[in-house]
């Protein structure tokens, strides 16, 4: 068995976005955001990620700007560290040493040197007691500085980030827990509490949820659980403090900031709606509404020009002054479960799976970005809790990525179930996929598994689905009986079948077509999808057969099952006997389509196992013990876009396909080998351009004019006097060719200085010509004295000719060279005497 050894379990792509504030920078130009190990620079105009911050190696739990250098941002993380960025190059300065797993992160202007982080008091992760620190960070020049001096500010704040916060500039700082209002004055060094009852007379909850600060007066909002905003003040006084109710909201306030002015609060929560209220008139409100989902957070930029809302769907909203939403970047949607399993689109290579309500999302795992939705129930969904509606529980893709099947379902309390079965034809002109046929009950009962026929060289197009109603049934897709113009294929029954009255729990075909696999409890059968006949049956002891799935390739003779007993079985199917079995409690298994491995997740004390293997092969290609803690249950294998050379035995299965599963805490990790991880660091950390661009009329004018010259610079010397080079190294042309795209001023700014490098100045011209000619004359002057000397001194020369027969010939200069020499005789070497003289 090979161990995992340089294999590591990582987030790549589809973290969370949303778990703690963005940071807008002072010019408005970026936004950073906590998204899994690492943190993410956005552009807030073009939304695409500009750089990937990596170096933690746990989760990232608080970003903010430093308050004494705005191009620097300081990162916390539950590994202990906090580190030091520079977030307009990618480059990560300096980390900090604190020793003790961190959660939330604050700082103030007034504290400079100083930094105030939320802590376990027990020093243990599992801990639910946090305290608010202050740590003086050290003036050191190593990249690696322990942290050690640590002074607790309040003890038993909460985790959460949204709960502390610094008030008029540091001079205070409040934080809210359950019931309670906490404010400790610096100055004093004096902590006032402020407590509420359980509930009002009207019956809400009045326990805190988030606390803002005024910038400048001494005002500090906090937002509760029945939607309540209440303004403190007079706070620095115990019995004197008065506070003021406002209300708009009818669930619980889960952000709220003041604008860098303090001339309005912002607010949000379940409704989606971003609430601006007048600063001491808050009669007088504004909203944006119809936001998409839930709002989590709000910050402003520091020069007020921004808003920005996380939402619960992982998604950041910018928007311009409260007026209209100018930017929306989407991560991975994540849902409290996930109903269909992961898979990945034929086409697009995207990862599909459950995605806003009643909705499939297309994610790109190489750009770690939403490319799109398909709305699939295409209904108005509605916030209201307790209310049913319908889910997409189940989807599948055809071969060739031109079908998709959902199946969508709604239980109400005192009514049948509700299912519709709708297929989904891909088309060419819009890249996405339209509605074909929908199907309205197509089973009696809940269907519990679907799927397509593999065969990418069969006539028909045939879908599966079993049902719990104790059917399958075979739907094909058919030419329409009435051919006009405006109809195209539709899909209808073709079969359906039974096996004594059991019900089928899971499906699947095989590589070729030519086999289906349905499970019957405890009982497995094969059918010929060509005359569906029943070709044989494969018995086990009694208990449910849970997953099934056809070998590839050169195993494709194998049929491999878990079961309700924790046994894992391989058949083979020209013996129609069992090969081997073990015993293994699988929660997952599935086959790599693009090779014979299989990979079998084990739930085992809490954790996830992993084993990857042949069905052929007795021992196992790979194994990684405790995964992730929880039950796998939602996993698929990716193709890669370039196949991997690995000749590691332990890391070959990763190949051709990488392999993605989705834990219990919605979390989306992957399985990446040292060289990988250290291709990638390389690449993100390379900031010169490509020389391999493409054949732009820019290029034509200016690179294809660099490349000749380079070139032929050294052969062509006498011809480039002719020709006036282009002015390349000027500082217009330099901006233009080694600025980032994305940071560049717009073109409209850029043009005129660009052309005006490009122009060339007659009076240089004329100057130059003027000196060219200036030149040519004197050289020519001195050629012709040149000549009567030589002829001149050609008889002496004669005569001493052959004196001079036996000596070596001294080798003679040619006209250039001459020329050099005429040159370098006529510079003024005055300052090489006053060097000697001194």
């Given at each position: 068995m090979v161990e995992h050894g340089d294999i590591r379990v990582v987030h790549r792509g589809g973290s969370k976005i949303n778990f703690r504030d963005p940071v807008i920078s002072n010019d408005s130009r970026f936004l950073l955001c906590a998204s899994g190990e690492s943190?993410?620079?956005?552009?807030?105009?073009?939304?695409?990620?500009?750089?990937d911050l990596r170096g933690h190696t746990d989760l990232v739990t608080g970003v903010l700007l430093k308050p004494s250098n705005h191009l620097q941002a300081c990162s916390c993380s539950a590994d202990g560290t906090v580190r030091l960025w520079d977030f307009t190059d990618g480059i990560l300065i300096k980390t900090y040493v604190i020793g003790y797993p961190i959660y939330s992160i604050c700082a103030s202007a007034n504290h400079e040197g100083v930094i105030f982080i939320v802590i376990p008091m027990h020093s243990d992760k599992r801990s639910e007691l946090f305290q608010l620190v202050a740590i003086h960070l050290p003036q050191s020049g190593d990249q690696l500085v322990e942290a050690r001096e640590l002074s607790a500010v309040i003890t038993d704040v909460s985790s959460n980030p949204a709960a502390i916060v610094f008030g008029r500039g540091g001079e205070?700082?409040?934080?809210?827990?359950?019931?309670?209002?906490?404010?400790?004055?610096?100055?004093?060094?004096?902590?006032?509490?402020?407590?509420?009852?359980?509930?009002?007379?009207?019956?809400?909850?009045?326990?805190?949820?988030?606390?803002?600060?005024?910038?400048k007066d001494d005002c500090i909002a906090t937002g509760h659980e029945d939607g309540k905003i209440r303004l403190w003040r007079n706070f620095n006084h115990k019995k004197e403090y008065t506070y003021s109710t406002l209300h708009w909201h009818h669930s619980a306030v889960s952000a709220l900031c003041f604008t860098p002015e303090g001339t309005n609060l912002l607010s949000g929560g379940i409704e989606s709606v971003l609430v601006q209220w007048r600063y001491n008139q808050e009669s007088q409100r504004d909203f944006l509404p119809r936001l998409g989902a839930a709002i989590t957070h709000i910050a402003v930029s520091p020069d007020g020009a921004l808003f920005c809302t996380s939402h619960s769907d992982n998604k950041i909203t910018i928007i311009q002054s409260c007026v209209k939403v100018s930017a929306v970047i989407q991560g991975l949607v994540k849902g409290d479960s996930v109903r269909t399993d992961l898979m990945v689109d034929p086409r697009s290579k995207s990862l599909v799976l459950n995605g806003k309500p009643g909705h499939l999302q297309f994610y790109s795992l190489q750009r770690d970005k939403l490319l799109y939705n398909l709305d699939i129930v295409q209904q108005e969904y509605i916030h209201e809790s307790g209310l049913q509606q319908f889910e997409v529980v189940k989807a599948a893709f055809g071969a060739s990525g031109d079908w998709l099947a959902t199946v969508e379902e709604r239980k109400q309390k005192a009514a049948e179930l509700e299912l519709n079965l709708k297929l989904w034809a891909f088309d060419e002109q819009t890249q996405s996929f339209v509605l074909n046929t929908t199907i309205s009950a197509p089973h009696e009962a809940q269907i519990t598994a679907m799927c397509f026929s593999n065969a990418t060289d069969s006539q028909t197009t045939m879908l599966v689905s079993a049902s719990k109603d104790g059917h399958f049934k075979a739907w094909q897709l058919a030419a329409p009986a009435h051919t006009e113009a405006d109809e195209g294929p539709s899909w209808s029954c073709d079969f359906v079948g039974t096996y004594h009255g059991l019900v089928p729990g899971c499906c699947c075909f095989s590589a070729d077509g030519s086999l289906l696999a349905v499970s019957f409890q405890e009982v497995v059968t094969v059918w010929s999808p060509a005359s569906w006949e029943l070709l044989t049956t494969l018995s086990q002891p009694p208990k449910a057969i849970r997953d099934l799935c056809f070998g590839r390739l050169s195993c494709s003779k194998y049929l491999l099952g878990t079961t309700a007993n924790n046994l894992l079985c391989c058949w083979n199917l020209l013996t129609c006997s069992l090969e081997w079995s073990t015993s293994m409690d699988v929660s997952l298994l599935l086959a790599d389509p693009l090779s014979e491995n299989m990979a079998a997740f084990c739930c085992q004390a809490g954790c996830t196992d992993l084993f990857v293997f042949k069905?052929?092969?007795?021992?196992?290609?790979?194994?990684?013990?405790?995964?992730?803690?929880?039950?796998?249950?939602?996993?698929?294998?990716?193709?890669?876009?370039?196949?991997?050379?690995?000749?590691?035995?332990?890391?070959?299965?990763?190949?051709?396909?990488?392999?993605?599963?989705?834990?219990?805490?919605?979390?989306?990790?992957?399985?990446?080998?040292?060289?990988?991880?250290?291709?990638?660091?390389?690449?993100?950390?390379?900031?010169?351009?490509?020389?391999?661009?493409?054949?732009?009329?820019?290029?034509?004018?200016?690179?294809k004019q660099r490349q000749q010259q380079q070139e032929g610079g050294d052969a062509a010397s006498g011809m480039s006097a002719e020709r006036t080079a282009l002015p390349q190294g000027s500082a217009a042309v330099r901006e233009l060719l080694q600025t980032p795209a994305h940071v560049l001023p717009s073109t409209s700014f850029l043009c005129s200085m660009f052309v005006k490098s490009l122009l060339i100045s007659t009076a240089d011209g004329r100057e130059e010509n003027k000196h060219a000619e200036e030149e040519m004359e004197s050289e020519k002057e001195e050629e012709d004295s040149e000549e009567e000397m030589e002829s001149s001194s050609t008889r002496p020369a004669q005569a001493s000719a052959s004196s001079r027969a036996a000596e070596p010939a001294e080798p003679s200069l040619t006209k250039a060279q001459l020329r050099e020499l005429r040159r370098v005789k006529k510079l003024d070497h005055s300052w090489l005497a006053g060097l000697l003289d001194s």
């Amino acid at each position: 068995m090979v161990e995992h050894g340089d294999i590591r379990v990582v987030h790549r792509g589809g973290s969370k976005i949303n778990f703690r504030d963005p940071v807008i920078s002072n010019d408005s130009r970026f936004l950073l955001c906590a998204s899994g190990e690492s943190v993410k620079v956005f552009s807030t105009s073009t939304e695409e990620c500009i750089h990937d911050l990596r170096g933690h190696t746990d989760l990232v739990t608080g970003v903010l700007l430093k308050p004494s250098n705005h191009l620097q941002a300081c990162s916390c993380s539950a590994d202990g560290t906090v580190r030091l960025w520079d977030f307009t190059d990618g480059i990560l300065i300096k980390t900090y040493v604190i020793g003790y797993p961190i959660y939330s992160i604050c700082a103030s202007a007034n504290h400079e040197g100083v930094i105030f982080i939320v802590i376990p008091m027990h020093s243990d992760k599992r801990s639910e007691l946090f305290q608010l620190v202050a740590i003086h960070l050290p003036q050191s020049g190593d990249q690696l500085v322990e942290a050690r001096e640590l002074s607790a500010v309040i003890t038993d704040v909460s985790s959460n980030p949204a709960a502390i916060v610094f008030g008029r500039g540091g001079e205070y700082i409040a934080s809210v827990k359950g019931l309670q209002l906490e404010v400790y004055f610096f100055k004093k060094q004096k902590t006032f509490r402020f407590p509420l009852k359980e509930d009002n007379k009207k019956g809400g909850k009045n326990t805190f949820t988030c606390v803002a600060c005024h910038p400048k007066d001494d005002c500090i909002a906090t937002g509760h659980e029945d939607g309540k905003i209440r303004l403190w003040r007079n706070f620095n006084h115990k019995k004197e403090y008065t506070y003021s109710t406002l209300h708009w909201h009818h669930s619980a306030v889960s952000a709220l900031c003041f604008t860098p002015e303090g001339t309005n609060l912002l607010s949000g929560g379940i409704e989606s709606v971003l609430v601006q209220w007048r600063y001491n008139q808050e009669s007088q409100r504004d909203f944006l509404p119809r936001l998409g989902a839930a709002i989590t957070h709000i910050a402003v930029s520091p020069d007020g020009a921004l808003f920005c809302t996380s939402h619960s769907d992982n998604k950041i909203t910018i928007i311009q002054s409260c007026v209209k939403v100018s930017a929306v970047i989407q991560g991975l949607v994540k849902g409290d479960s996930v109903r269909t399993d992961l898979m990945v689109d034929p086409r697009s290579k995207s990862l599909v799976l459950n995605g806003k309500p009643g909705h499939l999302q297309f994610y790109s795992l190489q750009r770690d970005k939403l490319l799109y939705n398909l709305d699939i129930v295409q209904q108005e969904y509605i916030h209201e809790s307790g209310l049913q509606q319908f889910e997409v529980v189940k989807a599948a893709f055809g071969a060739s990525g031109d079908w998709l099947a959902t199946v969508e379902e709604r239980k109400q309390k005192a009514a049948e179930l509700e299912l519709n079965l709708k297929l989904w034809a891909f088309d060419e002109q819009t890249q996405s996929f339209v509605l074909n046929t929908t199907i309205s009950a197509p089973h009696e009962a809940q269907i519990t598994a679907m799927c397509f026929s593999n065969a990418t060289d069969s006539q028909t197009t045939m879908l599966v689905s079993a049902s719990k109603d104790g059917h399958f049934k075979a739907w094909q897709l058919a030419a329409p009986a009435h051919t006009e113009a405006d109809e195209g294929p539709s899909w209808s029954c073709d079969f359906v079948g039974t096996y004594h009255g059991l019900v089928p729990g899971c499906c699947c075909f095989s590589a070729d077509g030519s086999l289906l696999a349905v499970s019957f409890q405890e009982v497995v059968t094969v059918w010929s999808p060509a005359s569906w006949e029943l070709l044989t049956t494969l018995s086990q002891p009694p208990k449910a057969i849970r997953d099934l799935c056809f070998g590839r390739l050169s195993c494709s003779k194998y049929l491999l099952g878990t079961t309700a007993n924790n046994l894992l079985c391989c058949w083979n199917l020209l013996t129609c006997s069992l090969e081997w079995s073990t015993s293994m409690d699988v929660s997952l298994l599935l086959a790599d389509p693009l090779s014979e491995n299989m990979a079998a997740f084990c739930c085992q004390a809490g954790c996830t196992d992993l084993f990857v293997f042949k069905p052929s092969e007795p021992r196992p290609l790979f194994s990684h013990k405790a995964v992730c803690s929880g039950k796998v249950t939602r996993a698929v294998f990716a193709p890669r876009e370039e196949m991997l050379e690995s000749c590691e035995e332990s890391s070959q299965w990763l190949n051709r396909s990488q392999l993605y599963f989705l834990t219990q805490y919605m979390d989306l990790l992957t399985f990446t080998t040292k060289a990988e991880e250290d291709k990638l660091m390389a690449s993100s950390k390379q900031l010169v351009i490509d020389d391999s661009v493409a054949m732009t009329p820019f290029y034509l004018l200016l690179g294809k004019q660099r490349q000749q010259q380079q070139e032929g610079g050294d052969a062509a010397s006498g011809m480039s006097a002719e020709r006036t080079a282009l002015p390349q190294g000027s500082a217009a042309v330099r901006e233009l060719l080694q600025t980032p795209a994305h940071v560049l001023p717009s073109t409209s700014f850029l043009c005129s200085m660009f052309v005006k490098s490009l122009l060339i100045s007659t009076a240089d011209g004329r100057e130059e010509n003027k000196h060219a000619e200036e030149e040519m004359e004197s050289e020519k002057e001195e050629e012709d004295s040149e000549e009567e000397m030589e002829s001149s001194s050609t008889r002496p020369a004669q005569a001493s000719a052959s004196s001079r027969a036996a000596e070596p010939a001294e080798p003679s200069l040619t006209k250039a060279q001459l020329r050099e020499l005429r040159r370098v005789k006529k510079l003024d070497h005055s300052w090489l005497a006053g060097l000697l003289d001194s």
